[in-house]
């Protein structure tokens, strides 16, 4: 069971940090990827972390603007967004791959939560 939350309606500039509590997901080499759905659009990968080592993955246009991190103890993965901007609306979904090879690549991964929206108006 995946669970997000942290979303909501900011403006452009500012700042918010989604979680992912999760339960119940073992693997091989779990990771833990944030994917988004803009209105009218597919679902795009984000970024992940695999839980043995935070390795990371981030889509090019949230680099340097985007923080993954994962609490372990907690199971849960945190999303800092910064400098939001209004190309970043969408409903943003958590999920996992049990293989922890996926990346951002959706097909990997096969465990999802409900999403939570976050709108940014310009």
């Known amino acids: 069971q995946f669970v997000e939350s942290g979303g909501g309606l900011v403006q452009a500039g500012e700042s918010l940090t989604l979680s992912c509590v999760y339960h119940g997901f073992t693997g091989v080499d779990p990771a833990i990827g944030w994917f988004r759905q803009a209105p009218g659009k597919g679902r795009e990968g984000i970024s992940s972390i695999r839980r043995s080592d935070h390795a990371t993955n981030y889509k090019d246009t949230t680099e340097g603007r985007f923080i993954i991190s994962h609490d372990n103890a907690k199971n849960t993965v945190y999303l800092q967004m910064h400098d939001l901007q209004p190309e970043d609306t969408g409903v943003y979904y958590c999920?996992?791959?049990?293989?922890?090879?996926?990346?951002?690549?959706?097909?990997?991964?096969?465990?999802w939560g409900q999403g939570t929206q976050v709108t940014v108006s310009s």
């Open positions: 999920a996992g791959d049990g293989y922890g090879v996926g990346g951002l690549k959706e097909e990997w991964y096969h465990y």
